[in-house]
């Protein structure tokens, strides 16, 4: 069905209303609650979305506020928008928010609540070369033109700043991964654009094939050993202590069973099944946030390799969260949509009173609040399935 050719007369809204029609006419099926809002619907159908004829609304619930102390030492109540369909989720995040702040209320320590650090490896993308014979030959011609093919690829954009690279051989093929710093953007485009920039002129300048920029050793969208290993976009770590009475107060149950569960379920079921990332529900938070600030949820994927681990302290139960590879930006992409911007600066603008700002990069406070997010998430439900509560929880609030 061409819906490509329409007159460049009719604005966005328009052209989606046109083949939202014509789809309804050809297949015989109402559409309707899909139509567009000219004021909502900003540059998704120009950028976004190949020939869009509608949109579909997306339930976005509140959680927290969720006191934090980022990797810079700045202490903030953050407010999370949710975007999700799952009856449940929000009230879940939402009571780990309230448990990991209401800990902390009369704490007079300057970095309380949960503590987060994280680093940032840069954006990847493989590129992937055949040689005839002798695939080190290749190599050291890579490394000795490192610097020629580097200005290559930096000289796409005046945002992307080439990092580090790596090498891998297999058989007669040779792969260049490339990490990169892309500022704001997440950056997955534009390092995309450096990668075949660079794979061209080493195959010119060397004795080489190109068979693609995309050799999946940076897993782009996909699990891998080496992603969860050695991390990939960011890499942020959230920690927090829970004292036994907001343990039995807020959460509800003995700290001892939430203990039997990590044993259990993250440490005895994960490895049976051979998780790549021992964790609750990880993915469920991260969705929800991507979805509401405009990333690509297709990262999702990489988010779930998140692991979360549970020990005994002196005073408490330390519950940590490690999520390897975070991608993320505030820049381009779906964060230039409406909707989409708002839930972006309500999540970053951390103090609402003064509007005073952290001063870590935007990308990497979103990277950060996210983290935190998952841990509060993974609180709750550690605590709903040591209480016995899961179903009961999702039978009154998802049914």
């Known amino acids: 069905m061409d819906l490509r050719n329409l007159p460049t007369t009719l604005s966005s809204h328009e052209r989606c209303a046109v083949r939202r029609m014509k789809i309804q006419d050809t297949l015989d099926l109402n559409l309707s609650l899909l139509g567009t809002e000219p004021n909502r619907i900003g540059q998704a159908e120009e950028k976004n979305c190949e020939q869009m004829f509608g949109s579909i609304p ?11 102390t980022f ?11 949710l975007a999700t369909t799952e009856g449940a989720l929000v009230a879940s995040v939402n009571r780990g928010c309230k448990a990991v702040t209401d800990a902390q209320r009369g704490d007079a320590s300057p970095h309380a ?4 650090t994280s680093i940032y490896h840069g954006i990847t993308r493989s590129i992937a070369f055949r040689v005839k014979e002798k695939p080190e030959q290749l190599i050291d011609s890579i490394n000795q033109k490192e610097k020629e093919w580097k200005a290559i690829g930096e000289a796409t954009s005046s945002h992307l700043k080439i990092l580090g690279y790596d090498i891998d051989q297999a058989d007669n093929y ?9 500022q704001e953007a997440m950056g997955m485009n534009m390092i995309t654009i450096a990668a ?12 080489t094939e190109l068979i693609t920029i995309a050799g999946n050793i940076d897993s782009d969208k996909k699990p891998s050993r080496r992603t969860h290993d050695q991390g990939r976009g960011y890499e942020v770590i959230a920690e927090a202590l829970l004292k036994p009475h907001i343990i039995q107060e807020i959460l509800k149950v003995d700290p001892v069973k939430m203990l039997d569960v990590y044993e259990a379920k993250l440490k005895r079921g994960s490895a049976i099944a051979g998780a790549i990332g021992s964790n609750l529900h990880a993915a469920n938070t991260i969705a929800a946030l991507y979805l509401a600030t405009g990333q ?10 998140t692991d979360t681990t ?17 991608l993320v930006g505030v820049r381009g992409g779906g964060t230039e949509l409406p909707a989409q911007r708002q839930c972006l600066n309500m999540l970053l603008n951390t103090n609402q009173r003064t509007n005073e700002p952290t001063s870590l990069r935007p990308a990497q406070q979103l990277a950060e609040s996210i983290g935190a997010a998952v841990l ?11 209480a016995q509560k899961l179903a009961s929880s999702h039978k009154k609030l998802a049914r």
Do not use: N
């Not at 997306?58 to 934090?68: C, F, H, N, R, W």
């Not at 940590?320 to 975070?326: H, N």
């Not at 609180?379 to 399935?385: D, F, P, R, T, V």
């Open 58 to 68: 997306i339930p976005v619930g509140y959680a927290g506020p969720l006191k934090v």
């Open 71 to 81: 990797s810079s030492q700045e202490t903030r109540e953050i407010h999370l928008p």
């Open 113 to 116: 609540g949960i503590k987060i």
């Open 174 to 182: 040779v792969f260049l991964s490339l990490r990169a710093d892309t």
């Open 196 to 207: 075949q920039q660079i794979g061209d002129w080493i195959t010119q300048k060397c004795d």
């Open 296 to 305: 690509d949820a297709a990262h999702t994927v990489e988010g779930s390799m």
């Open 310 to 326: 549970v020990t005994q302290e002196a005073h408490g139960i330390s519950v940590r969260v490690r999520c390897p590879a975070l």
């Open 376 to 386: 509060a998430g993974e609180i709750s439900l550690l605590a709903a399935q040591a």
